[in-house]
């Protein structure tokens, strides 16, 4: 428990570390447009990270559909946002409400996923959530939805049949998804859900809950035959985790005046597992790490184009032994046992 | 031997016999006409067997007998073809796992079946989750009852670790300990449900004969402290003969035999399933039967070093 602990010092340390030094150099000037244009994605990639790793590395299920997740906050957080114009006239109180819609939609989303899967034995959750992500994407894409005085309007495959009285907008236009989003995300909400997110993770993980849904992680049979209701804390972990994807995809979406459905596709929820599996199965900190080097890498590496896949290359692996190597492990284990008085230790 | 607490094993309705002392209460355990096949395979078969309310009972036979199929019957692992399980004079039928243990059943397994990522205090936490009275919401935001309980908790982890005197490895990782370690802190998991009756199912395999006749002796102190029923299946015959009250030979999915220890040893349809041959002399037939058992015994050894290995080298 005592490792645990550590841990998650390390992880608040960092984010809070990382949000202090943007914000001194972005008060001087010291920072470039285009990196300052990455800190809302960075952050929104980092609750993907967390929130997967929630699913993969501590649930033990395999998922392939996260970005359905992320897509589903994001347009229904947009749209809310939108809707909101008006009546919410502050914009950080207007995108915390929205953020809130995302994570219920996307929560929504894992609890009817949940509900036929999860009670299932064996590994059918990684088949369903890859269908999953493609059809939202196909509702997504497919989907007119306006809104005026008296409420939605929405229709299938055309707007043609959306008349939209003196005041209106259209909100979701299919493929060309949702356009003149109003750029409410800022680092500073990134920074507070990325906190959040941790507080709810390590919260869990570290509750009677936590430690349910890692024993059917390590072995059901086992859980099963100590009472563990194991239905239960597989869908309370597999929805809290799609919520908070939910609630990144609001965050995201609002970073950019439009967002189209195929922004979250089959190729975001594999990045997203590869920087869950970069940093490390059930390792937080990792998470946020190779999340944050992996949305940065490609960018940084756009003024030598000649090298940039080679960089790329070197960089993953150089993640995956910091992340993972038994000697970083060790170094970061007698760190940990200096500052916290590990008693684990004298275990190795 | 059976008679070290004073108690004489009595016949009881279903052809069965329980220690005198448990007589008057209700049975841990009753199985009546239990039977379960695999495709084609009896591999378990008429099965009828009573356990005392504080017994400490032994299910004994050559591998492949179904005695690890009996212990999944009793928990609902696999569904019964035939027969009916009453707890406590309780019908289990239908039950999932996880309500049978709730109901008062606890077991450990012959392959040994650890959260090996958890501390081990954290597996025994485990089992005491449905006794732990706070929800999602407080252990998230850490009411006082996330606390309170937890506190709990961590004691009565510890208390029962001190039955084994494990108390100084709560904080290791339960994957990480020797062979068996792993068998002890299995059992103490499977105490902290609370159970009415608890399954062992070879808890000596791999252990050396010090940490046998301490195993002997907790399994004696766990019935006495808890007053519950143990049934265990095992191949060392020493402990099985030193510990039972009651034994119920097993052999192609049938019971052979019930008795007491004294009776079984000498009973020739055991020493024939076990021997393939008669023998008269009881001392001989001791020997004999823990000879068998054994040889028996070795199908799963290589499993068990490959276990220890694996635990010794992590550690
Ligand atoms: N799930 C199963 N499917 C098919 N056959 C099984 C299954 N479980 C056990 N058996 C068979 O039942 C018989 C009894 O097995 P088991 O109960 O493990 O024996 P024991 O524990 O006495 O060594 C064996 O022949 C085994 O192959
Ligand atoms: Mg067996």
């Keep these: 428990m005592k490792r645990k602990n550590t841990n998650k010092y390390v992880s608040f340390a960092l984010v809070i570390a990382a949000y202090a030094i943007m914000m001194v150099l972005i008060s001087t000037g010291k920072i470039t447009r285009s990196m300052q244009g990455m800190l809302v994605p960075i952050s929104a990639y980092i609750v993907m990270a967390i929130s997967l790793n929630l699913t993969v590395g501590i649930l033990g299920e395999l998922s392939l559909g996260h970005a359905g997740f992320m897509s589903m906050g994001a347009f229904t957080g947009t749209c809310a946002a939108l809707m909101m114009l008006e009546s919410v006239p502050n914009t950080g109180l207007r995108l915390g409400i929205s953020m809130v819609i995302g994570a219920i939609f996307g929560g929504i989303a894992g ?10 034995k064996g590994d059918y959750l990684a088949i369903v959530t890859l269908a999953f992500g493609e059809i939202i994407k196909s509702i997504f894409n497919n989907l007119y939805l306006g809104f005026d005085k008296y409420g939605l309007h ?21 493929a060309m998804g949702i356009s003149k989003i109003k750029k409410i995300s800022t680092f500073t909400a990134g920074f507070i859900l990325i906190i959040l997110t941790l507080f709810i993770v390590y919260h869990l993980v570290e509750s009677r809950y936590g430690r349910a849904i890692m024993a059917i992680r390590d072995n059901r049979i086992a859980a099963e035959s100590v009472g563990v209701d194991v239905t239960k804390y597989k869908m309370t972990a597999f929805v809290i985790s799609a919520a908070m994807a939910g609630a990144a995809g609001a965050l995201f979406a609002q970073n950019y005046s439009t967002i189209t ?18 940093g490390g199965l059930g390792n937080i900190t990792g998470s946020i790490i190779s999340a944050t080097l992996l949305t940065i890498l490609p960018e940084a590496l756009r003024s030598f184009a000649t090298y940039r896949m080679l960089v790329y290359a070197i960089v993953l692996i150089v993640v995956m032994l910091a992340t993972n190597a038994s000697s970083t492990k060790i170094m970061i284990d007698r760190l940990k046992a200096r500052l916290g008085g590990n008693k684990e230790e004298e275990e190795r | 031997m059976y008679k070290k607490d004073g108690s ?10 329980i220690p005198e002392r448990d007589i008057n209460d209700m049975p841990a355990l009753e199985c009546k006409n239990l039977g379960i096949t695999f495709g084609g395979l009896h591999a378990v078969e008429n099965f009828n067997l009573t356990i005392g309310r504080t017994e400490i009972a032994g299910l004994i036979g050559p591998n492949g007998a179904g005695k690890t199929t009996v212990f999944n019957l009793l928990t609902n692992v696999y569904q019964p073809t035939t027969g009916t399980i009453l707890l406590n004079g309780m019908d289990t039928h239908g039950m999932s796992t996880a309500q049978v243990s709730k109901a008062g059943i606890g077991r450990t397994f012959q392959n040994i079946r650890l959260f090996n990522n958890l501390t081990v205090e954290e597996n025994i936490m485990v089992a005491m989750d449905n006794s732990m009275k706070y929800g999602l919401f407080d252990g998230l935001i850490r009411l006082p009852s996330f606390f309170r309980e937890e506190k709990k908790a961590h004691q009565r982890a510890l ?32 105490l902290a449900t609370d159970p009415k009756v608890l399954l062992l199912d070879e808890p000596a395999a791999g ?10 002796a907790n399994i004696r102190k766990i019935r006495d402290t808890f007053q519950i029923a143990v049934v265990l299946i095992e191949h060392d015959m020493n402990l099985v003969m030193n510990v039972c009250e009651g034994l119920c030979v097993l052999n192609f999915g049938r019971i052979i035999a019930k008795g007491s220890p004294a009776e079984i040893q000498k009973n020739p349809t055991v020493i024939e399933a076990y021997l393939g041959k008669s023998h008269t002399n009881e001392g001989e037939s001791q020997a004999a039967v823990d000879a068998a058992a054994e040889e028996k015994s070795e199908g799963s050894a290589p499993e068990n070093t490959k276990e220890t290995r694996k635990g010794g080298k992590k550690k």
Aim: charged share 20%.
């Design chain 2, 207 to 216: 252990m050396n004969p010090s940490e046998t006749a301490d195993l002997m």
């Design chain 1, 154 to 174: 929405f229709q299938l495959l055309s707007e043609k049949g959306i008349k939209l009285e003196e005041g209106g907008r259209m909100l979701i236009q299919g």
């Design chain 2, 159 to 190: 208390d029962l670790l001190h039955i084994f005197d494990m108390e100084n490895v709560a904080s290791h990782r339960a994957g990480s300990l020797p062979y068996g370690a792993q068998r002890r802190v299995e059992i103490v998991r499977a």
């Design chain 1, 111 to 120: 609890f009817l996923i949940g509900i036929p899967v999860l009670r299932l």
């Design chain 2, 8 to 17: 004489n094993l009595v016949p009881v309705p279903s052809n069965a016999v």
């Design chain 1, 261 to 278: 459905a195929n922004k979250f596709d089959f190729n975001t929820s594999i990045l997203i597992l590869v920087l869950v599996v970069l």
